[in-house]
Every structure is written in structure tokens, then in C-alpha cells.
């Protein structure tokens, strides 16, 4: 859209993209990397964050010259007011929390927000652990489940964990908005939705109105 934008420019000089693969680096779980080494959702992630603030991404590469990724973000005039913290944002608990996502920082800067709260917190690095997890740990009562992952997916792990633990709250943590598939999930009986990223008020807020 027409107006004033902010542009910052990401550069490497790497081994560049031909075409075929700049066609599809922004495709959720697509990698050039080796079995292990890498998921493909960080650009997806990105790319969904950029459009969620009303923003564009480009590309710019060429095999052997490295690449220019483009980011415009809508301007503003206005001073950002710091918000109030509620006290909601405030209270912590001693419930115990699975904490599933198939980033290792993402689970540990998760987990030190909940533990400053009171939180005992488990965390579990992707979908099949967060399963076993729960068989192993019948006290669980909330889990902050993480919407893309490769090998078992959010859908395919929340639809497991309501077999095995019926009962036990489930929050989706996700960088895109809550629609589609998240949407979808919501209307089948998930619990909430948190959009990361996500500060420490967001999240114990959003942690202890469920719990």
C-alpha cells in the first residue's frame, strides 16, 4: 500500500539461491539443509511476522553472490505508549507446564519466563517427546504447544494429546494469526493461542487465565 515505510536490508555472502529455490524459501518446513540440520520455518516464520505488521519481504540472490533479503514495514508518526501491566501479567502459579516446540532456544527462553513466575516447567523438542512426556508425567495440566514442526506436526501431536490426556489445557503458540489451521483447532476444543513472539506479560497472562 502507498505511504511511508522503514527498510532494512539483510545481507550474506554466501553461497546464493537459483531460481527454483527462491521460489520457495518462505514455504513452511522447505530446506536445502541435510536431514536434521535445519527445520526450513525460520524464513516462514519471518515472512509471517513481516505480513502480520502490515509489511513486505523480498529476496534478491544468485548462485555464488551471496543474498539481499528486503524488508518494508509501515511507519509511524506516533510515540508507542508503554502499557499498563495488568495484574494478571503478574501472577505466577505452581502447576506443572510441557513446553513443546522443535526450536531448543524458543523451549529455554519459554521455560525461564514461566519458571521466574513459580512454574514447574518440562520441555519437550517436538511432537513425539511432548507425547511421551505426558504418558510419563500425569500431573501436566498445561501445554503450550508450538503450531509448525516437522516430523509430527501441531495438529497431528494436539489430536495424540487429547487421547492421552483428555483433560489437560492446551495453549498453540504460533507466528502466524489464529486462523487457518490454528483456527481450525481452536474450534475443535483448543484451548487458546498465544502469537509470537510473546513478552513474559502476555504470557503468564494468557498462562493463568487458562489454568
Given at each position: 500500500a502507498p505511504g511511508r515505510y522503514v527498510?532494512?536490508?539483510?545481507?550474506?555472502?554466501?553461497?546464493?539461491?537459483?531460481?527454483?529455490t527462491r521460489e520457495?524459501?518462505?514455504?513452511?518446513?522447505?530446506?536445502?539443509?541435510?536431514?536434521?540440520?535445519g527445520s526450513g520455518l525460520g524464513l516462514a516464520s519471518a515472512y509471517g511476522i513481516v505480513r502480520n505488521h502490515g509489511?513486505?519481504?523480498?529476496?534478491?540472490?544468485?548462485?555464488?553472490?551471496?543474498?539481499?533479503?528486503?524488508?518494508h514495514l509501515p511507519a509511524t508518526e506516533e510515540l508507542a505508549a508503554r502499557p499498563a501491566v495488568p495484574a494478571s501479567g503478574t501472577e505466577g502459579g505452581r502447576e506443572t507446564i510441557l513446553v513443546v516446540d522443535d526450536e531448543e532456544h524458543?523451549?529455554?527462553?519459554?521455560?525461564?519466563?514461566?519458571?521466574?513466575?513459580?512454574?514447574?516447567?518440562?520441555?519437550?523438542?517436538?511432537?513425539?517427546?511432548?507425547?511421551?512426556?505426558?504418558?510419563e508425567h500425569p500431573e501436566i495440566a498445561l501445554v503450550i504447544l508450538d503450531l509448525t514442526m516437522p516430523e509430527l506436526s501441531g495438529a497431528a501431536t494436539y489430536d495424540a494429546i487429547r487421547g492421552i490426556a483428555p483433560t489437560v489445557k492446551v495453549l498453540l503458540a504460533s507466528g502466524f494469526t489464529p486462523d487457518g489451521q490454528a483456527g481450525e483447532l481452536l474450534a475443535r476444543g483448543c484451548d487458546g493461542f498465544i502469537q509470537k513472539p510473546f513478552d513474559l506479560v502476555t504470557l503468564t497472562g494468557k498462562v493463568r487465565s487458562l489454568l
Open positions: 527498510r532494512l536490508q539483510v545481507a550474506d555472502t554466501g553461497i546464493g539461491m537459483d531460481a527454483a520457495r524459501i518462505f514455504e513452511p518446513f522447505f530446506t536445502t539443509r541435510e536431514t536434521g540440520r509489511g513486505v519481504i523480498a529476496v534478491a540472490s544468485a548462485p555464488g553472490e551471496g543474498a539481499v533479503f528486503t524488508l524458543l523451549l529455554q527462553i519459554c521455560a525461564r519466563m514461566l519458571r521466574k513466575r513459580g512454574y514447574r516447567v518440562l520441555t519437550a523438542l517436538g511432537g513425539v517427546a511432548a507425547l511421551e512426556a505426558l504418558r
